[in-house]
Structure formats: structure tokens, C-alpha cells
């Protein structure tokens, strides 16, 4: 591990894959800090072949990353040259929720009453990302 890991470790800021260091350091410039970064792919930009290899979870083939700070969530799928990258600010999800009980790793958020599903490569990155939202939400 590293300097800078161990850094990151301490101060509760999640191990950064690859793929995501050039999001990741623009992100940083505008002062948001990831709290989570989650491998997931939006049911809207996912083929069957993507969201059932999502769906088991296969970690070898990573097509789009949840990243969420204390003011967005960022859907971001990357790129050789670029990452397209979706933003919403956190306060303008009205309401998450699972679907069909962890059996396909899916949560579903509705911003300003359009739905989204979101399917998470490992169970338990969802179950964490349900959990920020509900506690950010119950706070406000």
C-alpha cells in the first residue's frame, strides 16, 4: 500500500480503480470528495448482455461505475479518450428503493418523477449506496 492509500484509507476516501482517475481528479478540483465508488451500470444505457454480466457479478468486466460525494451521484462509463459521466445532486432524488428484494443487485431512484434503475455489480455496494441516500435524506 502506499503513502497516499493509506492516506485515503484514514480518511475514509474510497480505493479509486483505474479506470476512473481522470473523473475521480476532476471531481476533486471542484471539491467533491467520492464517499463511494461503486462498480453499476443505468438499466437505460445497458444491453441484456451488459446488465447479466452486472448481474453476476463479473468484476473482470466492469462497464460503468457509481460514484457518489456528499453533494452528487455520478454515473460514469469509461472511455479510452473520455468518461461520459451523468450527474445528479443528491437532493433533487426524491426516493430510492430496491427492486425485487436483492435478487438482481438493482435499486431504483426517482428524480423529480422519472424512475432510473441502477444495477450493482455486488450486492452490498448497493445495500451501502441505499443506505448513504436514506441517511442523507433523513437528515435534511
Request: hydrophobic fraction near 40%; glycine fraction near 6%; charged fraction near 30%.
Amino acid at each position: 500500500m502506499t503513502e497516499q492509500q493509506a492516506q485515503d484509507a484514514e480518511s475514509g476516501v474510497p480505493e479509486i480503480p483505474g479506470k476512473l482517475k481522470r473523473t475521480v481528479k476532476k471531481l476533486a478540483a471542484a471539491g467533491e470528495v467520492p464517499v463511494q465508488i461503486a462498480p453499476a451500470i443505468l438499466r437505460s444505457q445497458a444491453s441484456e448482455q451488459m446488465l447479466a454480466i452486472a448481474r453476476i457479478g463479473m468484476m473482470d468486466k466492469i462497464l460503468g461505475y457509481l460514484v457518489t460525494t456528499q453533494k452528487n451521484v455520478h454515473f460514469v462509463r469509461p472511455g479510452f479518450a473520455w468518461d461520459k459521466v451523468q450527474t445528479v445532486p443528491l437532493d433533487m432524488i426524491d426516493r430510492v428503493e430496491y427492486v425485487d428484494e436483492f435478487h438482481t443487485n438493482t435499486l431504483k431512484i426517482k428524480v423529480e418523477g422519472k424512475a432510473e434503475s441502477i444495477i450493482f455489480y455486488e450486492d452490498l455496494d448497493g445495500i451501502e449506496f441505499y443506505q448513504y441516500i436514506k441517511d442523507k435524506k433523513w437528515k435534511n
